[in-house]
């Protein structure tokens, strides 16, 4: 069973990595932070779901021609408002 402690130290470390989050897909981190954040995605699932859910905006982004619709980037505000709420 994990301990309250082990839980605290996981919320603290979603705290930290939250907001290297889109730096870290942007491949705009620092070596220590990017193996940081890769590491704790890889064990946290809701940070590993949020990347992913990133990466698809991301991904969604990059297909539109140079002006993104209304819809994706409300779409991308609503997700990171929500995203920023929760911890
Ligand atoms: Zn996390």
Do not use: W
């Amino acid at each position: 069973m994990r301990t309250l402690l082990a839980q605290m130290r996981d919320m603290l470390e979603c705290r930290r990595v939250k907001p290297l989050l889109q730096p870290f897909l942007d491949g705009e981190l620092g070596e220590d932070d990017a193996i940081l954040v890769s590491r704790h995605v890889d064990a946290c699932r809701r940070c590993g779901l949020a990347a992913d859910t990133f990466r698809g905006i991301k991904a969604g982004l990059a297909r539109l021609a140079d002006e993104p619709d209304r819809e994706t980037v409300q779409r991308l505000e609503r997700f990171v408002d929500e995203f920023e709420d929760e911890v």
